[in-house]
């Protein structure tokens, strides 16, 4: 009897683990099946990756020589602002030159209504224009017979 409840346990216990072997067959089965879904899918991403990364390297070439020609338009601008510079520099001092010289020549001798003109518009204009014709009128007329006796051509212009 003993012998026939060990044969009979025995074959229990076999019976249990093809059982077990069984289910365990299947959830590897799943497992395997899940695990090849997610491997495609990792091969996918790795797909999509490569290709990111491929145009990413293409456009960082495209960056860099775009950068080059950017810097050398960089350095011809910054070529021709000191060009600029240069030449406001030399214009200011001819315009300096000629205010100098503007201020050098005595308008009172060369156009005496200029000031007259000058004194009257620190009034209204409307009744500054009522004197000022007369004294116009009065110095162009010493100023055209001043051009006829010929008295401008040696006066100082400088």
């Known amino acids: 009897m003993n012998v026939e409840k060990t044969i ?3 074959l229990e ?8 072997s069984g289910a365990n067959q299947a959830c ?7 695990a090849a879904q997610r491997s495609a899918k990792a091969e996918k991403r790795m797909d999509r990756i490569e290709r990111v990364f491929t145009q990413t390297n293409r456009v960082v070439g495209k960056l ?4 080059v020609t950017l810097r050398s338009d960089i ?3 910054e070529r021709a602002i000191a060009r600029h510079e240069d030449m406001m520099a030399e214009m200011d001092g001819k315009l300096k030159a000629l205010v100098a010289a503007g201020e050098k020549t005595d308008s009172r001798t060369a156009f005496p209504w200029v000031d ?3 004194e009257y518009s620190s009034t209204p204009w409307l009744t500054s224009l009522t004197r000022w014709p007369a004294e116009m009128a009065a110095s162009g007329a010493a100023l055209s017979l001043a051009i006829h006796q ?5 006066a100082n212009w400088a």
Do not use: K, P, T
């Open 8 to 10: 009979e346990f025995m």
């Open 13 to 20: 216990e076999q019976a249990r683990f093809q059982a077990r």
């Open 28 to 34: 590897f089965d799943a497992n395997f099946a899940r």
């Open 64 to 67: 860099a020589s775009i950068s």
């Open 75 to 77: 350095r011809r601008h």
């Open 116 to 118: 007259r003109a000058l």
């Open 150 to 154: 010929g008295e401008l051509a040696s």
